[in-house]
């Protein structure tokens, strides 16, 4: 976009693209290690726009929230997705991610909770599936 368009800020200028074009841009500043402009795209997709954002949007904003330290923000976003009706293999996905967090904080307690809900709700999810087994 920033090429198309000439726009050096993008996340200053986002709202003046369809949704598409955004999501797009923060993928390829995430392939460029420009997390914080893929944040910035990401957070007006799912909280500046009147449109749902994608389940991937939310996700891939929750993990960028976590890598860059901001365990509580990732939290927060996996959190608000999983309140919503989301098919059982996206939840059980947000859970494994949610468990991961919490057992990086060093709450094995949540940890737990989070992995066991997470297999439960999709007994072939083997990344959360190791990891409790890590934990046990």
Known sequence: ISQKYGYEDLGVYANQFDDWEVETAAWYCVKKYQFLDAVRLYENLCFERNTKPSYYTQINL??????????????KVYGDLVSKNVDDNIASEVHYRIGCI???????KNALLSLNYSVKLNPDNHKARLLLKQIK
Do not use: P, V
């Open 62 to 75: 929750g993990s960028l929230y976590y890598a860059m330290g901001e365990e509580e923000k990732a939290l």
């Open 102 to 108: 919490h057992f990086d904080m060093k709450d094995k």
